[in-house]
C-alpha cells in the first residue's frame, strides 16, 4: 500500500494502476475513485494526491444516490430513511454512501480493473445492494461499465452518479463546451430542483459549442439528445492548445451535472477544472421519486459512460 511522507497508509487505502499505451489510470480502494488520469504525463482529470483525501467529489462514485438529498430523509414503499447532513450548511447528505467505503479487488489486467462493494442496509438506506465496476483502458479512452444488483428481500430505490472533473490544463474561461441538453433544472438555494426550463436562447444553452468565458455552471441537465450510437456526448476543447475531452454517456443516464468550480475551496482550485457528472436521476431525486430506479429483488441495473481524450 503506497504511503505518505509520514509513513502511514494512503488515506485513499490501495491504488490501483491500469495503463494502455500513453493512458494511464488510477483507481483508488476507497470509493473506487478514478484519482488520476493522464495521456502520455498530461492530465487529463484534475485528481488528487495520493497522500491525500478525496476532497470535492473528485472522481468519486457517487450512490445510491446523487447529488443532493434535502435534509437527508426520505420514504420508499413504507421503509423510511434518515441519513448523515454532509453538507449541513443547507441541510443536505449528499453524494450517497459509496463514496467512503472500500471496494474489493474483484479481477485486474494490464488495462482492465474491476471493484467490487456490498452496501449494507443502515439509516441512510435501508436495503442491501451489490455493486461493482469495471474500468477499462483502450485507445479511445476509458470506459466505466457499472452493475448494481438487489440483494435485499424488498424493492429498493436507486440513483447513481460519477464526478470526474476534467482539465486541459487552461483555465476554463479559455475553452469551449458543448452540452447536448435541451432542457436545465431550476433549483433552490440549498441546490434542490424546484422545476426544469428550456435552455434555447439562454446564457446556459450550450447546445452549439461556444466559449465558457465567465459562464457560472453548477447545474444539472437533462433532455439530452443522442448520437446514433445512443450516446450523449459533453466535449471540452481547447482550440490555442489543440486538445479536447469527451464523457460520453448510455441512455441510462438521462442526467448531467456540470460545474465549473466557482465555489471551490482553496480559492486557487476554482476554474481550474470543470466537472461533468453522468447522473441516473435529478438531485433530490430519492424524495421526489423523480426518475429513480426500481430494483426488484435480485434484479439489477446496468449502464456505461465514459471519457475520451482527444
Do not use: K
Not at 50 to 61: L, M, T
Not at 99 to 123: E, F, I, K, M
Not at 211 to 232: C, E, N, P
Amino acid at each position: 500500500m503506497p504511503v505518505n511522507a509520514t509513513g502511514t497508509p494512503a488515506p485513499s487505502g490501495v491504488q490501483y494502476d491500469i495503463g494502455h499505451g500513453r493512458h494511464q489510470v488510477v483507481v483508488t480502494e476507497v470509493g473506487a475513485t478514478i484519482r488520476s488520469y493522464t495521456v502520455g504525463g498530461a492530465a487529463v482529470l484534475d485528481g488528487f494526491p495520493v497522500a491525500e483525501i478525496c476532497d470535492s467529489g473528485r472522481g468519486q462514485v457517487l450512490a445510491p444516490w446523487p447529488n443532493r438529498l434535502g435534509d437527508g430523509r426520505y420514504t420508499y414503499e413504507g421503509r423510511a430513511a434518515q441519513a448523515a447532513l454532509d453538507e449541513p450548511a443547507r441541510h443536505n447528505a449528499i453524494h450517497g454512501l459509496v463514496r467512503w467505503l472500500p471496494w474489493d479487488l474483484v479481477s485486474r489486467a494490464q488495462n482492465v480493473l474491476c471493484l467490487g462493494c456490498t452496501l449494507h442496509p443502515q439509516p441512510g438506506y435501508p436495503w442491501r445492494l451489490g455493486l461493482t465496476i469495471e474500468y477499462r483502458l483502450g485507445r479511445d479512452g476509458l470506459s466505466v461499465a457499472t452493475r448494481v444488483t438487489n440483494l435485499d428481500s424488498a424493492p429498493a430505490p436507486f440513483g447513481i452518479g460519477f464526478h470526474p472533473y476534467l482539465t486541459l490544463s487552461t483555465p476554463i474561461d479559455s475553452t469551449s463546451l458543448a452540452i447536448p441538453a435541451r432542457r436545465r433544472l431550476v433549483s433552490d438555494e440549498r441546490g434542490l430542483p424546484t422545476s426544469t426550463v428550456s435552455v434555447t436562447g439562454s446564457e446556459l444553452d450550450f447546445t452549439a459549442r461556444r466559449w465558457i468565458g465567465d459562464t457560472v455552471l453548477d447545474t444539472a441537465f437533462t433532455d439530452l439528445r443522442r448520437d446514433a450510437d445512443s450516446m450523449a456526448r459533453v466535449e471540452l476543447d481547447d482550440t490555442a492548445g489543440g486538445r479536447g475531452v469527451t464523457v460520453w454517456m448510455d441512455e441510462h443516464f438521462g442526467y448531467v451535472m456540470v460545474f465549473t468550480g466557482d465555489t471551490l475551496e482553496p480559492a486557487t482550485a476554482r476554474r481550474s477544472a470543470i466537472a461533468v457528472e453522468p447522473m441516473s436521476c435529478p438531485p433530490n431525486a430519492l424524495a421526489t421519486g423523480v426518475d429513480v430506479v426500481r430494483l426488484e429483488p435480485g434484479a439489477s441495473w446496468a449502464g456505461r459512460w465514459g471519457i475520451t481524450p482527444r
